[in-house]
């Protein structure tokens, strides 16, 4: 396949004199292109920092490629035909070992502009003085620029390319040691096992789970998940990175943490990310299960993040497993049928409290807070103590339980934890 809208120099457009200084210089060119090559590889490794460092056996292979481009190049000038898919293939490859070096793109394509400059010296220094060959550099100069950016066009792609296809190798080979943990499987076989303990993943490792749902429609589009796993990827408040994978239509992520860790730190860290997120316009609804004694209890602690996620609102945000009471718990998963046995006046109480405040609720709670001790309650609410004395009493009085009594502040405080999770 031919380039479009890059030739080598149509010779048959060219005056007589201009022709001949023009296969001159492109014959120079061919024929000194391994100094030219060698002088383009100093000056990278020069002007460089990511190639300064780089090993011989790497120069060679730069060199080479340099050289395999400026040959056929030269050619294609010399025999005033366009360029070829062959011509240019070689950068195209050479960026696939550019990128598996870790070499960012912009070093590799800056490489290309001093290549460039490499080639216009070149031309320069071996023109002539005359109208003929100052014709002749023009033309060469105009072939040059244009062949350099074909040439880093391709070339980034490849870079490119071979990156995207790397990512997906990690994108599968994560889902693959994830589908491995949720399956209750050991992990097997060295580079599994490798990318298991890079995330701190081992048989006694400490480890929650964490699943993620887009909140609302549409689902997220590839570069929306990509910029979620990677936030959940980089949550703080874990020893390693945590391992990150996206399956069907949820974000699972687990999160090795040190023996005895506070939760709180890691669901925190959830929370900002999560947050952070909502700002880009990706809205994610976010279950973190209890933390495992072991890799093998992962399937538990699964299912576990997806009973959170049964507990986070219709607006998205996290549900830390860790940071609930059992009675809490048992309260937000509830049937309906729970709240229908809250006797009518208690329920009376709660709604008419909310409209005004809340502060009978603050009252129950502060009294339970503070062991039934009337007086610490009221210094906790900042009200006086006979203020606190007549809220129970109005509390007692319109819903016929005493707050004093254990049984019935129990019977209150499950009321208003059920009231609230509806």
Not at 72 to 81: F, H, P
Not at 291 to 303: C, F, K, Q, S, V
Not at 313 to 335: H, N
Request: charged content about 25%; hydrophobic content about 45%.
């Amino acid at each position: 396949m031919t380039i479009r809208g890059m030739t080598g120099g149509s010779h048959s457009k060219m005056d007589a004199a201009v022709r001949k200084e023009y296969l001159r210089i492109a014959r120079r060119i061919h024929a000194d292109a391994v100094e030219l090559c060698e002088e383009a590889v100093r000056a990278m490794s020069s002007e460089i920092p990511e190639f300064s460092t780089v090993s011989d056996e790497f120069r060679v292979d730069l060199h080479h490629s340099l050289m395999v481009g400026t040959t056929k190049a030269a050619t294609a000038s010399i025999e005033g035909r366009r360029l070829t898919d062959a011509d240019i293939a070689s950068p195209r490859t050479f960026a696939a070992k550019i990128a598996q070096r870790g070499i960012p793109l912009e070093a590799y394509l800056k490489g290309f502009r001093i290549v460039q400059r490499v080639y216009w010296n070149a031309i320069s220094s071996y023109a002539l003085p005359s109208p003929a060959t100052d014709r002749a550099v023009l033309m060469l100069s105009s072939e040059l620029v244009r062949f350099t950016h074909l040439l880093s066009d391709y070339a980034a792609q490849g870079y490119l390319e071979y990156q995207s296809s790397t990512i997906a190798e990690d994108d599968r080979r994560r889902r693959d040691l994830a589908e491995t943990l949720l399956a209750g499987k050991a992990v097997t076989g060295r580079p599994m096992v490798e990318l298991a303990r890079a995330h701190g993943i081992t048989p006694d490792a400490s480890i929650a789970v964490i699943v993620a749902v887009s909140v609302g429609s549409p689902p997220l589009g590839a570069d929306e998940l990509y910029v979620a796993c990677a936030a959940l990827g980089g949550i703080g408040g874990t020893d390693r990175r945590p391992l990150v994978a996206a399956r069907h239509e949820e974000i699972m992520a687990f999160a090795a943490a040190r023996p005895g860790a506070d939760p709180r730190r890691l669901s925190e860290a959830l929370t900002a990310a999560t947050e952070e997120l909502a700002e880009q316009g990706i809205r994610l609804a976010v279950g973190m299960s209890t933390i495992t004694e072991g890799a093998a209890d992962l399937p538990r602690a699964y299912a576990e993040a997806r009973l959170a996620l049964d507990l986070v609102g219709p607006g998205g945000g996290v549900t830390a497993l860790p940071l609930l009471s059992p009675f809490r718990y048992l309260a937000l998963r509830a049937d309906p049928t729970a709240w229908h046995l809250v006797s009518p006046p208690v329920r009376e109480l709660l709604e008419t409290d909310r409209m005004r405040g809340g502060t009978l609720v603050d009252t129950i709670r502060a009294f339970a807070d503070a062991d039934l001790n009337l007086r610490a309650a009221a210094q906790e609410l900042k009200v006086h103590h006979n203020t606190a004395q007549y809220r129970l009493q109005r509390i007692q009085e319109r819903t016929g339980r005493n707050p004093r009594h254990i049984a019935d502040l129990v019977e209150l405080l499950t009321a208003i934890a059920l009231f609230e999770s509806r």
